[in-house]
């Protein structure tokens, strides 16, 4: 290990503490990576000395807290598992006992039965601000994690498929697949940053007799040229219409079998037979149909990766229900009958749950049908194939499929099957993240809003607020792009800000706001800070150079302190698998930068502070970039700070006067947007 390492030179401070002894020491430490693990490490040790109690019980008691105000960390004493003595008890006790000479902790606080740590201030600013400078993009990652052997990397890692978006061919990418989308990408580059090998799968919708169907409307109704120009739009208004005229033809034929008439030839030429037929022919792998389905499938998936791109989403491979055939579903409903797995029902074949598996989760399992009376297998059996085909071709460690809540009993299902098969090892590898429903999202005639639509709507929206100051808005270099990217982040915060398995309401006057914790607001954070670099106008090697000591307000320390807990979010995160847990964070980073910038002023002081300054928002700044990547989105580093945010700002609620909003000037006052000289 480098002496330069910051960390090293932390450890230095701290009698008989080595970063290679506390690895060794501690499971999954890596101080090297995170400041925290090296800060509870040393406490763990101290704590033995007082309490008695082995360092390796104490090293995972000691939590995160709430908040600043609360500590840097904190232990529970019953966690300590101690008999004898009343909780409050012990840490009164211990308290006292702690030294007061400690290089790292001032003396702790109680407050019933927890003690709660707060880090001295000159080694932790030390000790972080090197460390982001050093790590940069990489500073919260932990590639250990990922690995097959942690103690020997040449052994690699380990394969993680996440299976997210699955929208249906020749449909527009509406409410629904977004929330999967973004979520499974955030799943995506949450285990890529912990090292896994991760492969990202778009099982698409993309078989059927709806395929039939649509091929029928083509032959009938398709434009070669409107097919080429945006094939999703003309392929779905194609099979809107045609499915208008089936559902027309089948009223009529069920009225004249009301009417006593004979519906034979009338059932034997309609378009849901037609539509079997065509299907059939798809099934039979007839190259005329099959070339014809192939070159919808082909250009929905060209315009589905246009979309993608907007959302900072890429696909490994793009795989579907075509892609299982029908031999393989064959050979797995022969097992599941050998097995006994599934029985004969009117002629179908189901899972009786009841009868395999005891008490109230058979019962909740239900009795799923896997194959139908005329032979068609269902979703169920084609999951089934896929889940075993891709263990064996991709022999992966998780699969984590992406899928609304509405699937929860599918999900159970197929994984309980694979398990009945005599799987139970890829059973428990696979699970499922699921989420709630996006709600307010119709138009007023009741149809799906699409999310091409609700995209340009949400661009459209932040556009028009721009142009509100046509000054401002001249300075924005490119304000179609700026807009688009503000736009996208408003969605996706907006989805991203609850729990996953909360629905939510699409609001898109909230969701615009720089009011508020929003997207164009955290876009706005991360703008200015990269402006009050610009204008400092220093290097990189100044920065590194900077005289920390100076950095000793409040202030400053508390985003230092914010900072250090990056690492342990992203650890907490994996935990969660919730976007949230990251969100929660850079809003809190956002809110201490927003009441700083008075306090610690850059441009305009004394060189020396001014580097330290620096040093202390560009590190912030990279913080706060590598969050929102994570979250899939793409910070923008300039031209928003005034171009955007004062036409959007609320005269009344912020007390602006005319005067000072046609100055571009602002009183100061609320901590969510903040006015400052170095703006």
Not at 312 to 324: A, W
Not at 498 to 520: C, L, Q, V
Not at 584 to 604: A, E, I, N, R
Request: aromatic share 8%.
């Amino acid at each position: 290990m480098s002496p330069q390492n910051p960390i090293e030179r932390l450890a230095q401070q701290v009698d008989g503490m080595s970063l290679g002894a506390v690895s060794d020491k501690y499971p999954n430490c890596h101080p090297e990576l995170n400041p925290f693990d090296f800060y509870r490490a040393h406490l763990s040790n101290v704590l033995a000395d007082i309490t008695a109690v082995d360092p390796k019980i104490i090293y995972p008691a000691l939590s995160w807290t709430q908040g600043l105000d609360k500590g840097d960390l904190i232990l529970a004493a019953p966690a300590l598992r101690v008999k004898g003595k009343k909780p409050d008890e012990l840490v009164k006790d211990w308290t006292e006992k702690f030294p007061e000479n400690d290089p790292l902790f001032q003396k702790p606080t109680i407050h019933n039965y927890f003690m709660a740590f707060f880090v001295r201030p000159t080694p932790i600013v030390n000790a972080v601000i090197p460390m982001i400078q050093q790590k940069g993009a990489e500073y919260g990652t932990n590639k250990f994690q990922g690995l097959k052997d942690p103690k020997d990397p040449s052994k690699g890692a380990k394969r993680m498929i996440v299976e997210f978006s699955s929208p249906n061919i020749a449909k527009p990418f509406h409410a629904g697949h977004l929330r999967s989308t973004i979520i499974g990408g955030f799943i995506a580059n949450l285990y890529e940053l912990a090292g896994w090998d991760v492969m990202r799968i778009n099982y698409l919708g993309d078989w059927g007799k709806q395929y039939g169907l649509l091929a029928l409307a083509f032959e009938k109704y398709g434009d070669e040229e409107a097919l080429n120009k945006d094939p999703i739009n003309h392929l779905f208004q194609l099979y809107v219409r045609i499915n208008t005229e089936m559902s027309a033809e089948k009223e009529q034929i069920e009225a004249r079998k009301k009417a006593g008439e004979d519906v034979t030839e009338l059932e034997a030429n309609s378009l849901d037979e037609e539509a079997r037929k065509y299907f059939k022919k798809m099934t039979d792998r007839d190259p005329v149909a099959l070339a014809q389905w192939k070159r919808f499938r082909d250009l929905s998936i060209v315009r589905y990766k246009e979309t993608y791109a907007r959302l900072n989403i890429k696909f490994d491979h793009y795989s579907g229900e075509s892609q299982v055939s029908e031999d393989t579903m064959e050979a797995v409903g022969k097992q599941m009958e050998e097995k006994g797995i599934c029985k004969e029902d009117k002629g179908a074949m189901i899972v009786d749950f009841q009868e395999l598996v005891p008490g109230k989760e058979g019962k909740r399992l239900e009795r799923p049908i896997v194959r139908k009376r005329d032979g068609t297998a269902l979703y169920l059996t084609r999951d089934i194939s896929e889940l075993l085909s891709r263990h064996e071709k991709y022999q992966f460690d998780q699969m984590i499929y992406v899928v609304a809540s509405a699937q929860d009993l599918h999900l159970k299902q197929l994984f309980k099957i694979i398990e009945l098969l005599g799987h139970k090892d890829i059973a428990a590898k696979c699970q499922h993240i699921n989420f709630g429903l996006v709600l307010g999202m119709s138009t007023r005639k009741g149809t799906v809003k699409f999310l091409d639509d609700i995209l340009r709507d949400v661009a459209d929206k932040m556009h028009d607020t721009m142009r509100k100051n046509d000054d401002k808005y001249k300075q924005v270099a490119n304000p179609e792009a700026t807009a688009d990217t503000l736009g996208i982040s408003s969605v996706m915060v907006q989805d991203m800000s609850g729990k996953r398995i909360n629905n939510y309401t699409f609001n898109m006057e909230a969701m615009t706001s720089f009011e508020g914790d929003t997207g164009p607001y955290l876009q706005y954070a991360h703008a200015r800070v990269s402006s009050i670099r610009r204008k400092a106008n220093l290097t990189d090697e100044e920065l590194a150079t900077a005289d920390l000591s100076l950095l000793t307000e409040p202030h400053a320390i508390n985003i230092v302190r914010l900072l250090a807990q990056w690492p342990d979010t992203v650890q907490n995160t994996l935990r969660t698998l919730e976007p949230t847990t990251v969100l929660t964070y850079l809003f809190k980073m956002t809110h201490t930068l927003s009441s700083s910038y008075d306090q610690l002023q850059v441009v305009g002081s004394e060189r020396e502070l001014m580097k330290a300054r620096m040093a202390l928002y560009d590190a912030a700044h990279t913080v706060l970039g590598n969050g929102m990547r994570l979250l899939g989105l793409s910070p923008v580093e300039s031209a928003i700070d005034k171009a955007v945010l004062f036409p959007i700002r609320s005269l009344h609620t912020h007390g602006l006067t005319a005067e000072l909003w046609a100055s571009g000037r602002e009183r100061t006052g609320t901590t969510h947007l903040p006015g400052g000289p170095d703006e």
